[in-house]
């Protein structure tokens, strides 16, 4: 029988429904801060009390439309706090939110609205909206103007209903939809249950004191802000700082971040390197980011190159690292907060979160965390959803003394033509950590002699100054093509050190482009989408495999290793 790991901790009692904790939270943090956004590039704030009374007073403007348990409400729009009150009002009436990125293509907008069956929509821009092909009535389209104007009339009453307490933790919460890295996104179901367990696991892991601030910037639509950071400061009283930089604009970022003070701080790798390539070139971006009370910060979606957690250790701040996957809601395991990092290590299962492992090492996961299956896919869920509760990930790793150790996506795995299986993941790391000039790379190689890569340059180290760098043992490249020679070295290093020999690179691919959310090349956490980045650069990928520098495109340089591969 397979090893289960899990918590030695007992998850206990914990909050029934999300009105409850809004009811619980305006009685302990009544005048606190709960939410700032902001104005003029000033943080203007609402209070515990104040929210609360707007989530109740469009709550019970929701139920005057006779609207309940078996209706569903589509919320598309970026982070604002009336987005947060409609959405909780939506969950605390016992309907279900079903959260929808705005920046999709008109044609998946289309999709997801027409596949969730939604009977009410929620939107930024009504205009284009009502062009959208869709089966919601036009009365029941509202803008966030109308529902920001519905909450100060006071026509509703700012109190909860009645029924809130009576909504079953089963009650389905929200239906959050996957990234879609690979094909269609799927709609995961979450329960009320899903979510607050989760929360109860953190507190007893962190034992964080009440009333921090948060700076917030991850997309709601998405698990690892909509869930995990969201409800993370929702649950502990703390304030949540929107921060309108959106992680795409770092000047405002770390201006935004100069007037927050952030005790806790979450984000994705690909949002870390900007920063981290900002402190290198700048003593007052330093300054800012490593202030005195930031406790920690908390990374999750994608490797996070030690090559950046090494400056946070450098400048004593633990980083944190967890794993899970929407469908978990979304946090399985957790690291310690200490200042040591060990790459690939995700720490161990939080309180009554059980793993084991299937065949090829797939990790298996069963707790109050996981969904309750995906929404109209009855077949989809029942293979990966057993009738004992454990999940199949999709992801592959092993137990080690330090917790669990993500290896690769079970569907990221290839084989070369010698029958030798590579894990991409691993070969993107070792690189990612020899060199903060890289700010994606992706190895690929599936029936050729030995991997091959596609790097895509940190345009933020390569623009500066590099007498402004602060970095140790860097010939720190001051343009692409010096870039080339430079990189052409590490990956020498790279592969005279790999322990495995058909594990090193043979040729790679610099590309002088930013990878893109327009072109679908990320998810909107920032992860890398396999089956889009092969489409776009599928001309780039032939030239690699025949070792054809002359066709390549003029955005991009070939460096070929082959006559230095070990033998």
Not at 273 to 291: A, G, N, P, T, Y
Not at 327 to 351: A, F, H, M, N, Y
Not at 412 to 423: D, G, H, P, S, Y
Not at 471 to 481: T, V
Request: with cysteine; hydrophobic share 40%.
């Amino acid at each position: 029988m397979n090893q289960i790991y899990q918590s030695h901790e007992v998850l206990g009692n914990f909050t029934k429904n999300l009105g409850e904790l809004f009811i619980r939270n305006k009685e302990l943090f009544g005048n606190k801060p709960a939410f700032a956004f902001n104005v003029d590039s000033i943080y203007q704030t609402k209070t515990w009390s104040e929210l609360v009374d707007d989530i109740f007073s469009f709550s019970n403007f929701l139920l005057s439309k006779n609207l309940n348990a078996t209706d569903k409400i589509a919320i598309v729009s970026a982070n604002s706090y009336t987005r947060l009150v409609v959405e909780m009002a939506t969950m605390c009436s016992g309907i279900t939110a079903v959260p929808i990125f705005a920046c999709y293509p008109k044609e998946m907008l289309e999709k997801l609205i027409e596949f969730s069956e939604v009977n009410f929509l929620i939107v930024d821009d009504v205009e284009k909206f009502l062009s959208l092909k869709t089966n919601v009535p036009a009365d029941r389209i509202k803008r966030f103007s109308e529902c920001e104007e519905l909450i100060k009339s006071n026509t509703y009453a700012k109190t909860p209903n009645s029924d809130v307490k009576n909504i079953s933790a089963d009650t389905l919460a929200m239906i959050m939809f996957t990234s879609g890295t690979s094909k269609f996104p799927k709609g995961v179901m979450l329960t009320h249950k899903n979510i607050l367990s989760q929360q109860k696991a953190l507190d007893l892991k962190w034992k964080l004191p009440s009333g921090l601030r948060f700076l917030c910037y991850l997309p709601w639509h998405h698990s690892f802000g909509g869930l995990f950071e969201r409800f993370l400061v929702i649950n502990n009283g703390g304030c949540l700082y929107l921060d309108d930089s959106f992680g795409r604009d770092i000047d405002k970022l770390i201006a935004n971040f100069k007037q927050a003070r952030p005790h806790l701080y979450f984000s994705v790798p690909q949002v870390y390197q900007q920063i981290v390539s900002r402190v290198l070139i700048d003593k007052m971006v330093k300054e800012v980011f490593f202030h005195p009370e930031l406790k920690f910060v908390f990374t999750a979606a994608a490797p996070l190159p030690l090559s950046v957690s090494d400056v946070f250790k450098r400048n004593n701040i633990p980083v944190v690292e967890g794993w899970g996957l929407t469908e978990t809601s979304p946090c399985c395991t957790l690291t310690e907060q200490k200042l040591d990092r060990t790459p690939g290590i995700v720490g161990i299962p939080i309180p009554e979160v059980e793993l084991k492992f299937a065949e090829e090492q797939e990790i298996l996961v069963r707790g109050p965390n996981i969904m309750k299956g995906y929404y109209k896919l009855p077949e989809e869920t029942k293979k990966v959803l057993d009738d004992d509760g454990w999940f199949y990930t999709g992801d592959v790793g092993e137990y080690t003394e330090e917790g669990l150790k993500i290896v690769s996506r079970k569907d990221r795995i290839f084989k070369l033509a010698n029958a030798e299986k590579v894990f991409p993941v691993k070969i993107e790391e070792s690189v990612r950590k020899k060199c903060n000039y890289i700010r994606f790379i992706y190895v690929l190689g599936s029936g050729e002699p030995s991997p091959y890569a596609l790097v895509f340059p940190n345009f933020e180290l390569l623009n500066a100054n590099s007498s402004c760098v602060q970095i140790d043992d860097c010939a720190k490249p001051l343009n692409l093509p010096d870039f080339k020679g430079c990189f052409n070295n590490c990956l020498k290093d790279i592969n005279l050190t790999a322990e495995i020999r058909f594990e090193q690179i043979k040729r790679a691919v610099v590309i002088n482009r930013e990878l893109s959310l327009e072109r679908d090349e990320l998810t909107p956490s920032m992860k890398l989408v396999p089956r889009a980045i092969e489409k776009n650069y599928a001309e780039y990928i032939e030239c690699l495999k025949n070792g054809n520098e002359s066709a390549l495109p003029a955005d991009a340089y070939m460096i070929d290793l082959s006559v230095d591969i070990k033998k």
